[in-house]
């Protein structure tokens, strides 16, 4: 089963940490994610660009809204994303408690729907 690990955490508090701990935290990343993928768990991770970078499309009416910004109004923003192959929801949750992400901020875990007729990656 796929579950979408989404690391939401405070982007003006992220930007005040110091740049070796900023690396840090990355570096830890990049070893989960090569640690999951020897384990057959990594599907993909991304850090995100600030939510100053981020764009907003909408259709209504036929018409294209394109906006500047997050969508949501909250100090905390999804800052990158993990997507990993677990057996079950304890384990993507096991997964998620060893994001460095997980602690300066909050993994949201949720179960990947799986369509048929996509194609795979």
């Known amino acids: 089963m796929k579950f979408m690990l989404l690391v939401h ?10 740049q070796t701990e900023r690396d840090g935290l990355l570096q830890e990343s990049v070893q989960l994610c090569n640690h999951l993928h020897a384990n057959g768990k990594y599907l993909g991770a991304a850090p995100l660009h600030p939510p100053s970078e981020t764009t907003c499309v909408k259709v ?24 990993v192959e677990a057996k079950d929801s304890d384990e993507a949750i096991n997964i ?4 460095p992400g997980a602690r300066i901020g909050t993994v949201e875990v949720r179960p990947v729907t799986e369509v048929e007729g996509l194609p795979v990656l």
């Not at 955490?9 to 110091?18: F, K, L, N, P, T």
């Not at 998620?96 to 994001?99: K, T």
Request: glycine residues 10%; hydrophobic residues 30%; positive net charge.
């Open 9 to 18: 955490h405070d982007q003006e508090a992220h930007a005040r940490r110091s």
């Open 60 to 83: 209504r009416n036929g018409k294209r809204l394109v906006t500047d910004g997050p969508f949501a109004e909250t100090r905390e923003q999804v800052g990158g994303y993990f997507l």
């Open 96 to 99: 998620a408690a060893q994001i």
